[in-house]
């Protein structure tokens, strides 16, 4: 959510209330159940990133550094 937002500027305001409208959260409903061992499916997406040029090259640099990340961008560009 954060990387969503993170191109706007906004402010988080506090707006007191009495609890009830959205109600309280039960800490131990949100303990993950230890017995349960399935995979949890996720969609995690990141949509954008914002580097520094330097930042970039030292990326580019790295990656062409790495023969793991050399063999994958080969895959990559030609199948």
Excluded: W
Excluded at 23 to 48: C, H, K, M, Q
Excluded at 53 to 63: H, L, N, P, S, Y
């Amino acid at each position: 959510m954060m990387l969503a937002i993170q191109g706007y500027d906004y402010t988080v305001k506090y707006v007191a209330g009495s609890g009830t409208e959205i109600g309280l959260a039960d800490a131990l409903s949100r303990l993950p159940n230890t017995s349960d061992t399935a995979d949890v499916p996720l969609d995690i997406r990141v949509e954008f990133f914002k580097f520094t040029e330097d930042k970039v090259a030292d990326i580019k640099t790295a990656t062409q550094a790495d023969p793991v990340l050399c063999i994958l961008k080969e895959i990559i560009h030609n199948g």
